[in-house]
């Protein structure tokens, strides 16, 4: 029996040098009652001031706190590290990226609730937050926190978490009525690994414009973002696409 194993995490910062702090996890068995870890980690990397405005997790919040390798959650977390389970973040490639620079090498499939929200949900944004509100998950918050006796906030690694699961089942409940006959993770496993075409820009000088127009204007300004700037996969791809890369 598969095992869904939905994560987040709060940091230091979004550089390369930045570390874990916080991990929330719900790991979900459709025979065992849903296991719960929010933990507070320590680490070597000072917490920059923007992250803390944020999360609001100051120093001494971690001090004195267990490494991240040493928490319960990772413990649990490798245990389950095998195919037949599935890993699951809003925004996986970033979690999963500071998990890994504790050295986890990865063997679940893996699911990103961003990735797949942008291919079944048409929003002019796609973060968690503002997919609480929009899609109102936030009516059966209360509920659902009782019943794992976790408390909601925004930016809490556990309280996203619990957002995430009411997202996932919105998420799964759109495949099945799309998508007649499709196991649904399997359809959510198949669109994280699709790359999204993306129409206007949400950043920079062209915010809002259509990216294709842009291109036609100013193929200077995309040939500078395509060499200068680190972007994601989905812009990357849109941007050669409709410069005939692909």
Known sequence: ?????????????????????????????????????????????????????????????????????????????????????????HNLPFDLGMIKKEGFVNQYTLIDTLRCSRHLLDSPYHRLQYLRYSLELYKDEAEEAKKHNITIKAHDAIGDVLVMKLLLSKLVSIVKEQFHGINPMKKLEELTLQPIFVKTFKFGKYKGRNIEEVCDEDIGYINWMMDSMDLDEDMRYTLDKIMGHI
């Open 1 to 89: 029996m598969a095992k869904y194993v939905l994560f987040d995490t709060e940091t230091t910062g979004g550089n390369e040098e930045d570390r874990i702090i916080q991990v929330g996890s719900m790991i979900i068995d459709a025979k065992a009652p849903v296991e719960v870890f929010d933990e507070l980690c320590s680490c070597e990397v000072p917490i920059k001031i923007e992250a803390m405005e944020v999360h609001n997790i100051t120093p001494d919040l971690i001090e004195n706190k267990p490494k991240l390798v040493e928490t319960s959650f990772y413990k649990r977390f490798n245990e389950l590290n095998s195919p037949e389970n599935f890993l699951i973040a």
